[in-house]
């Protein structure tokens, strides 16, 4: 995980949930670049078209929230998104993010779509050209460190590995 996070906005409202991130209907593939092929597919037809790798996503409140399928944040990692920032996440969204290594803030963030924004994890501060530093909250370190490793199966390989020493 680089730090600080540096990339184009695309904006989202509040509510924006699993169903939109990456539909039902590609979720019966393993296939990461199908899910990416499809994310956001249910709120922006060609977002993945469009979209570039190291993009950031900001967005409203509850970001995530429906079901709790853990392809949602796989399908914006493998689609290149580096970042998501939301004023607020569902839980279990920010969790499997966690989980799957695509790193997150929580952020109440003005700006335009097509912005460059500096997300840094490490202060819990994005910065707009132009505008504030807008504070955020500061991941705890061990999700951190969860994030610096590729997420957590990678973090507990990395521990375990570092155990057998």
Not at 90 to 104: D, E, Q, T, W, Y
């Amino acid at each position: 995980m680089e730090n600080p996070i540096i990339g184009r906005v695309w904006k989202f409202g509040d509510d924006v949930d699993t169903d939109v991130i990456i539909p039902g209907k590609y979720l019966r593939t393993k296939d990461m670049q199908v899910f990416a092929a499809h994310a956001m597919e249910g709120i922006d037809p060609e977002f993945a078209k469009k979209v570039k790798e190291g993009d950031i996503i900001v967005a409203g409140n509850n970001f995530g929230c429906g079901s709790s399928r853990e392809q949602a944040p796989l399908a914006l990692k493998y689609a290149g998104v580096s970042c998501v920032v939301a004023k607020s996440f569902a839980r279990i969204f920010f969790r499997n993010a966690i989980n799957v290594g695509l790193p997150l803030m929580e952020a109440d963030v003005e700006c335009q779509e097509g912005d460059e924004i500096e997300v840094d994890l490490l202060k819990g501060e994005v910065r707009v050209p132009g505008k504030e530093v807008f504070r955020g909250n500061k991941l705890p370190d061990f999700l951190l460190d969860m994030l610096t490793d590729g997420g957590l199966v990678a973090h507990r390989k990395k521990v375990q590995s570092q155990q057998n020493e």
